[in-house]
């Protein structure tokens, strides 16, 4: 437990130390301490995940992980604090125009001070991530600090039930390698803090993808009501994610002998359900149902007219390479060092930590190749289902593609167990040697 604390201690202060950095110093400042400060995440994946291989000591080191998140995110916040940060080095564009107004009317609303706003757009709307802020904010008032702090707490109970999936799946080694990388990814980290939605998206997919893993292995009622409450709530959160989801739920239940008869029309009521509400909201709005293949060019070329999106590396690249780029981006380049600054500086230098994690994950695949159940790999379909359909649409886009950073985690975690005690045994052979 002392170990734990030290290990827990330190990151705390780098991460306060790297936070009033980034609040204080200048472009070339910020840049350095970001660098160096995904240097130390990765150098906690890796030493702590040497621990959980040679050592064995998991309920210390599975406490440890859980810690973890609080260590840097309060570090960072409270470093934001002392630094006297600007509320836009935490809040971005999309903070100040959809996700701040929406907590703060939530919180006026609790507070009986205004009424709930009502717009007719599908996506200017309340979004449970505007709710559960907005609980905090009627609370302990509307900040950054604040919005942090609500999904700080968002991010640990996803790291929670990533670790019980995990071992589901595999064993308690692979669960806590697995929750260590997501604990120290750095997008994940900075998404979290800047006060976009996928912290919430990230644990409703898990929450989704935890059900499902139970309800393939006992198929009780309470794992079903989880897939589909989760289901149904990224319908307001990001409302296409829901049917990728929901594909490997229907292969499952549509196809098992073992499931009984209510469930499966259960299910197919749901998804008939699904279909309509999806229709209703969004038919004429982002897409025309009847001419889907018109209404997915039309949103490529939207999340293409950006000044900052060059369409020679995005709408106009090779289909295979936009596959590829979708899957590895933020992908370094020069100029990202002037365009980002701030927290988001994370971004920047993070890209070589997420390229690291997403090779891997291939390697896993192929460590762990028929050593799952096939119904654990159907996990990977609506992962590559959103890869296929955004490498047409927005192969820069990381940000959607990070939906499913708790399945790269998942499937990067074999990797590096497989590296570690492959490492492992050569020290010891050279040893005796």
Known sequence: ?????????????????????????????????????????????????????????????????????????????????????????????????????????????????????????????????????????????????????????????????????????????????????????????FYTLAYYKEAVIQMLVLCFCYSYVCFTRKQSFLALLGCLVSMFALLSERFYLAPFLASILFIFILFSRSVRLYAKILVIVMGALMVGIIYKKYHNYYFDFDAIFESLKLARGAYNNYSDVNPSYNSELFYPLAFLKIYLTPIFTPNKLSLFHGYSTLLTWGSFFHQLIAGSMVIGLLIKCFKLKFTDYLLLLPFLLFLALFAYIAPYNGRLRDSFYPIIALFTAPTLSFFVSSLRKKISHSSND
């Not at 406490?63 to 409270?78: E, F, K, S, Y």
């Not at 959809?98 to 009502?118: C, D, W």
């Not at 995990?166 to 604990?183: F, H, P, V």
């Open 1 to 189: 437990m002392k170990k734990n604390s030290i290990h827990l201690l330190v990151t705390f202060i780098l991460s306060l130390i790297y936070s009033y950095v980034i609040c204080m110093g200048n472009s070339l400042a910020q840049n350095v301490a970001s660098a160096l400060y995904v240097v130390y995440l990765f150098v906690v994946l890796a030493t702590w995940t040497w621990e959980v291989v040679t050592e064995g000591n998991l309920r210390d080191l599975k406490m440890r992980v859980l810690l973890l998140i609080p260590a840097t995110h309060l570090g960072i916040l409270i470093g934001f604090l002392i630094g006297g940060g600007a509320e836009n080095l935490l809040w971005v564009v999309d903070s100040y125009e959809i996700h701040v107004p929406g907590s703060v009317n939530v919180a006026n609303f609790l507070q009986g001070s205004e009424a709930l706003r009502t717009t007719s757009s599908p996506i200017d709307r309340l979004y449970l991530t505007h709710w559960i802020i907005g609980i905090l904010f009627s609370i302990l008032g509307a900040g950054p600090f604040v919005s942090g702090l609500g999904l700080m707490l968002v991010t640990l109970l996803s790291t929670w039930v990533l670790y019980e999936m995990a071992k589901k799946i595999m064993d308690e080694k692979m669960a806590t390698i697995a929750s260590l990388i997501y604990a120290t990814a750095p997008t994940v980290l």
